[in-house]
């Protein structure tokens, strides 16, 4: 009885220490929250941990590696969908929201995971997606079957004889054509993304009241949260006005009644449970930030912008980077600009890779064997000491880098393999893309988690679905951990400061030497504390020029194996001074 007792306590216990909000010693009178303080760790499934040989990540796998999860300190892990889908965009394809997809394991897989996760003190974030169901979907087989099936109205649907539908861009077609004709019933349905992918008819209620039903069924389970794909997108003008061929994104992210849907979404679900809440802001301008997360408005909590992944890219379509590289400037501006927005109210985040970007290292550090940990630790500094939830992706504790695969044979992904096509069926200059995509392809980041130095990176004993990155014998875990030096360790030294130092997450922020081309550093201040933050962005050293006297003061983390406490920078170097 006692011993159970203990253990009850210690389960408590363990729960509710990371992320107890009373806990904070702070007088600033900041609303606090869990998600607030807490540090999410992305895990995309399919190339997790593999549990079964057959290539593919899956439940099992995750559950088997959770002492791992959990020694980083990290305090919420977000899941991307693993749901039943026939995997058209790798479970953004969902055909049965209520079931777990087969080569993930099963509900009772699902459950353990969730009880194991919660023993531990973590929680756990599903994905949503609503804006779009597979076209596999029960609804939407019965949608596409008739013109008078009760499910009909489930999707868009624009009759033939009306003519061609106005314009809308899709971002996984051949055509770029959101409008699929369907010959069964002389109709166009609407999809976004694939045709496999048709887009859910939010106007309908009975609809929406569906949805809720099964947000709550996960939310009966105990799931902690849900990050909701485009859901910016969700709402559409039943009169499908025209909308500008090179402004449509911001059309698609503004629909009417989309901040009803989210009022309702609140008031019918996410009021009655002690969750979180992270909006994809895909095309949302910061001015329409706080529509989305203003606690007074009762919609959702969080929301992750794409203006800084979207930097450094030539206009066009095809993801090729401006070879001039980005302007640090601008970089900067744009990460100022969105601390602005919610530093009254609302709250943010903070990220620099996810499943649909480069590794982070490739893209905004430098992946070179001289300065692939480096920077990489520099980048995680950034990402531990901003005022925004920071969301950390899978690997990225390690610096794992872009794979650059050499041919488009290579390649899972939709997106790629489409813009291949397009490519193809236009005479595009086909070499240039597959260069461009060694940097900027997704396939780079979803690539298997590199554990050890065993066969496929001790990711799976089979063949895994994607090619595992060759550096892995070098780079994995089993070596890292054991480095006190490592880009592992570094991660878990940044993660415990921040979580020990309410002024990482709560406190003011403010950029300085602003114009400067080459160091971003600003300060973090709450309450008598001020911490400085320096980071160098490039390969030679950069000097910060500032007013603020830091050289005397106490450096309290550096990536540098010798601390220094120089205005004038290494390469890559990152140091926190608490003033
Ligand atoms: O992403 C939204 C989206 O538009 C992405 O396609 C993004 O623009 C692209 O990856 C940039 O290269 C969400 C999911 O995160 C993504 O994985 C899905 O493919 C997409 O929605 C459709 O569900």
Redesign the pocket.
């Known amino acids: 009885m006692i011993k159970k007792i203990l253990l009850l306590l210690l389960f408590a216990g363990l729960s509710i220490q990371p992320i107890c909000a009373e806990e904070v010693n702070t007088t600033s009178n900041v609303n606090k929250k869990w998600w607030k303080e807490g540090v999410v760790y992305q895990i995309y499934p399919r190339s997790f941990k593999d549990s079964d040989g057959n290539g593919i990540g899956d439940i099992r796998g995750i559950i088997e590696k959770l002492d791992y999860v959990k020694s980083l300190g990290v305090d919420i892990i977000w899941l991307?969908p693993i749901f039943e889908s026939p995997n058209d965009?790798?479970g953004?394809?969902i055909s049965n929201y209520e079931g777990i997809m087969k080569e993930f394991g099963t509900m009772a897989d699902f459950d353990q995971l969730l009880m194991e996760m919660h023993k531990r003190g973590l929680k756990l974030v599903l994905d949503l997606?609503v804006?779009?169901s597979s076209s596999e979907h029960e609804w939407f087989k019965q949608s596409r079957s008739s013109r008078e099936n009760p499910y009909r109205n489930y999707y868009h649907w624009w009759n033939a004889e009306k003519g061609t539908p106005p314009a809308r861009y899709s971002?996984?077609d051949v055509e770029s054509n959101a409008w699929e004709f369907d010959k069964k019933t002389n109709a166009y349905y609407l999809h976004y993304?694939s045709d496999k992918?048709p887009d859910l008819n939010w106007e309908n209620p009975k609809l929406r009241a569906e949805i809720y039903k099964m947000m709550r069924f996960w939310f009966e389970k105990g799931v902690d949260g849900f990050r909701m794909?485009?859901i910016p997108f969700i709402a559409k003008d039943q009169a499908f006005p025209e909308f500008p061929a090179d402004d449509m994104l911001s059309h698609y992210a503004t629909g009417p009644k989309l901040h009803d849907y989210l009022q309702e979404m609140h008031r019918e679900v996410l009021q009655h449970y002690n969750i979180m809440t992270v909006a994809?802001g895909?095309a949302v301008k910061p001015q329409d930030g706080l529509k989305f997360v203003d606690p007074a408005r009762k919609e959702l909590d969080m929301l992750y912008h794409?203006d800084g992944v979207h930097l450094g890219y030539l206009p066009n379509k095809f993801?090729v980077m401006d070879p001039k590289g980005y302007d640090l400037r601008e970089f900067k501006k744009i990460y100022s600009t969105w601390d602005a927005v919610f530093a009254q109210k609302g709250w943010g985040t903070i990220y620099l890779g996810?499943?649909?970007?480069p590794r982070m290292v490739t893209r905004w550090g430098n992946d070179s064997p001289e300065f692939r940990e480096l920077s990489s630790k520099m980048l995680t500094t950034f990402l531990m000491t901003m005022r925004a939830t920071p969301y950390y992706y899978y690997g990225d504790e390690l610096a794992m880098n872009n794979i650059k695969f050499n041919s488009i044979a290579d390649y899972r992904d939709?997106?790629s393999i489409n813009m291949y096509q397009q490519l193809q069926k236009n005479n595009g200059n086909l070499k240039e893309f597959i260069e461009a995509q060694k940097i900027s392809a997704?396939d780079n980041s979803r690539t298997p988690f590199q554990w050890d130095s065993s066969p496929n990176a001790g990711f799976t004993t089979g063949k895994p679905w994607l090619r595992v990155n060759q550096n892995y014998k070098s780079v994995n875990v089993e070596i890292q951990d054991k480095n006190q030096n490592s880009p592992l360790n570094y991660f878990r030294d940044l993660v415990h400061l921040r979580k020990s130092n309410p002024v990482l997450i709560y406190g003011d922020y403010t950029v300085i030497d602003e114009s400067n081309p080459s160091v971003y550093a600003y300060t973090r201040k709450l309450d008598k504390k001020t911490f400085l933050i320096a980071l160098n962005f490039t390969k030679d050293p950069a000097k910060l020029n500032t007013n603020i006297s830091f050289v005397n003061s106490k450096v309290v983390s550096s990536n540098y194996k010798e601390k220094s406490s120089s205005a004038l920078l290494r390469p890559y170097e990152a140091t926190i001074y608490e003033l």
Do not use: L, M, S
């Not at 996810?354 to 970007?357: A, C, E, I, S, T």
């Open positions: 991307n965009d790798n953004y394809d997606v804006n779009h971002f996984f993304f992918q794909d485009v994809e895909i794409f993801k996810n499943h649909d970007q939709i997106e997704r």
